[in-house]
């Protein structure tokens, strides 16, 4: 701990090889120099130093404490306490911390507090304290180093100030990107007749666009379009691939009635864009993995024919009425946008009423949980907790998911979409 330098010690000598002090000369008037430099030194030194009582009464202070303060030196010595030139919480931690501390501990140092001084403007210090006893243990006096912090506390004001505008920058760009994610999705999923439809979409990250995405939307008077799946990347990168995605299939389903057709459709267009990067320079389409179907009516009453094709994403859950689940054997296929004549994998099914058809996003399958023996959520779990929620309605399998992914809270690191597709059971006649 820093201790103030006193004016009666004087420095120890260092004499030469075979000399004696007694035989240099000027040996006097080099004492009174050194004797006269240490005074000065603690005069006039770049820190403030003071010497008080037990009870904190000032009994000695440097001149440089003097002019910070801009007292006189015998309006101080003996007559006021170190805690009469705190600020008023400071006088408040003295009292309560810094004192007890310091009697228990014999030095405290480090302490940021606000001196008053004579004209009332406060003075930023960092105080630093030893306790001095005597031979018996008892408290004699406290000698205290007290450094200007004004600028420190200037760098932290602006640092501070900073902070707050990198904080309104964030919410700022936090309100913009929820913006341009609404934009990228259907603002509702629209009424089909017979069937029970919702989805869901969570963020994991409120300063990036996620690039997953979904919608489901009319292909003619008895046939639907589908499609869910998850853009390589975030940001502005991926918002314009999500985009392109949206108005590609949309088109391409109008035109080809096989899935595969347009997942076809989807990968010349990414490559397009790949090519015109290469061109350019310029950043464009990553890929995606994505599964696409459609959806007619069924031969049966109240069932429907749902045919899909994917790209590499992670394959749809079927939660049959009689409480059974299984994933769809669709598990494979490239991704859209990698290879010039990718392999799609084609899957149909019935949905009869009180089915349910779960499509995802493979940010709920790939979260992480503490404190288990797996790392990832997995597959498997998901289908455990497919099984465990049906039979369901589409809306409550949603909001099923919904509670899943609060509880993995954290663990959750990526954008999960979710479309849950329901043929409701037909209530009977009553004649």
Same mark, same amino acid.
């Not at 006193?6 to 050194?34: K, M, W």
């Not at 408040?92 to 606000?114: C, D, K, R």
């Not at 900073?162 to 994610?181: G, Y």
């Not at 809306?395 to 509880?407: K, P």
């Given at each position: ?5 006193? %004016? ?10 075979? #000399?004696?002090?007694?035989?240099? %000369? ?23 130093? @003071? ?6 009464? &000032? ?22 306490? /170190?805690?009469?030139? !705190? ?14 501390? !310091? ?11 606000? !001196? +008053? ?31 200007? #912090? ?6 932290? &004001? ?27 999705? %259907?603002?509702?999923?629209?009424? $089909? %007749? ?22 489901? /939307? ?25 985009? @392109? ?8 389903? *109008? ?9 076809? *459709? ?24 994505? *599964? ?26 079927? @939660?049959?009425?009689?409480? +059974? ?18 392999? /799609?994998? +084609? ?16 940010? $709920?399958?790939? #979260? ?43 663990? *959750? ?16 006649? +009553?004649?």
């Amino acid at each position: 701990m820093t201790t103030p330098p006193h %004016p009666e010690d004087r420095p120890a000598r260092r004499d030469l090889p075979g #000399a004696h002090p007694d035989d240099e %000369p000027g040996s006097a008037a080099l004492g009174q120099s050194l004797q006269e430099s240490a005074e000065s030194l603690y005069e006039n030194a770049p820190c403030g130093y @003071m010497t008080t009582l037990p009870d904190g009464r &000032i009994v000695k202070i440097n001149t440089t404490l003097l002019a910070w303060l801009g007292y006189p030196r015998e309006d101080l010595v003996g007559r006021r306490y /170190f805690s009469d030139l !705190l600020s008023v919480g400071g006088r408040i931690y003295h009292e309560t911390h810094f004192a007890p501390l !310091l009697l228990l501990h014999g030095e405290i140092g480090g302490i940021a507090l606000e !001196l +008053t001084a004579a004209n009332g403007s406060r003075l930023p210090v960092l105080v630093t304290s030893n306790l001095e006893r005597d031979a018996a243990g008892r408290p004699v006096l406290v000698r205290t180093t007290l450094f200007d #912090a004004r600028e420190r506390r200037a760098y932290e &004001i602006e640092l501070l100030r900073a902070r707050r505008e990198a904080e309104k920058e964030r919410e700022r760009l936090q309100r913009i990107t929820a913006v341009l994610q609404t934009t990228l999705l %259907p603002p509702a999923l629209p009424q $089909v %007749p017979g069937l029970d439809v919702a989805a869901h979409y969570h963020i994991a990250s409120p300063d990036e666009v996620g690039g997953d995405f979904y919608d489901l /939307f009319p292909l003619g008077t008895d046939s639907w379009g589908l499609y869910l799946g998850d853009v390589c990347g975030k940001g502005a990168r991926a918002a314009v691939a999500t985009s @392109m995605v949206r108005y590609t299939l949309r088109a391409a389903a *109008v035109h080809e009635s096989d899935p595969v057709a347009v997942l076809g *459709v989807l990968n010349t267009a990414f490559l397009e864009e790949r090519a015109r990067e290469s061109r350019d320079g310029e950043p464009r389409a990553p890929f995606c993995t994505i *599964v696409f179907g459609t959806i007619t009516p069924g031969t049966r009453t109240g069932s429907f024919v749902i045919s899909l094709a994917t790209g590499g994403h992670p394959p749809a859950v079927l @939660m049959r009425a009689d409480g +059974t689940a299984d994933y769809l054997p669709m598990v494979g296929g490239h991704p859209v946008g990698l290879l010039a004549d990718p392999r /799609f994998v +084609t899957a149909q099914v019935r949905l009869d009423p009180g089915d349910t058809l779960l499509l995802y996003t493979d940010g $709920v399958t790939e #979260a992480r949980i503490a404190d288990t023996v797996q790392d990832r959520y997995g597959e498997e779990s998901l289908l455990e907790f497919a099984r465990a929620t049906t039979p369901a309605t589409a809306t409550d399998t949603v909001t099923a998911v919904r509670q899943l992914l609060r509880a993995l809270g954290s663990g *959750v690191q990526d954008d999960v979409a979710v479309t849950a597709i329901h043929a409701p059971r037909r209530l009977p006649s +009553t004649g």
